[in-house]
């Protein structure tokens, strides 16, 4: 069992930043790929990135390439997301969630642990 907690979210002017942070406790933590998932109001959850167990390989959806970046820090059980030149439609609630396999995947349902997400308002 492993728990994710997220946090971080709030508000943010278009063109701005935010970082997310992902806590994870219970198993070791770099079993883990871990991913980054958002849901918009009305719309399907959908995959932004994801980071390997070691942190050597990250994938990102090309609606966030270049303005995102995924890492993590072992020792510290938490994985990132950095979030530059926000835009509206970056509005969503973020999730992150964990798998067992060594590189992250882009299917949801992957996925074995999910945390609570964390909400990310993008609006002037």
């Known amino acids: 069992q492993v728990q994710l907690v997220e946090s971080g979210g709030g508000l943010a002017q278009p063109g701005g930043s935010l970082r997310l942070s992902c806590v994870a406790s219970?198993?070791?933590?770099?079993?883990?790929?871990m991913g980054w998932f958002r849901q918009a109001p009305g719309k399907q959850r959908e995959f932004v990135g994801g980071i390997s167990r070691s942190g050597a390989n990250i994938y990102y959806s090309d609606s966030v390439k270049g303005r995102f970046t995924i890492s993590r820090n072992n020792p510290k059980n938490t994985v990132y997301l950095q979030m530059n030149s926000l835009k509206p439609e970056d509005t969503a609630v973020y999730y992150c969630a964990a798998d067992l396999r060594v590189l992250p995947r882009t299917d949801e349902n992957e996925y074995d642990y999910w945390g609570q997400g964390t909400q990310v308002t993008v609006s002037s």
């Open positions: 219970g198993r070791t933590f770099d079993a883990y790929s």
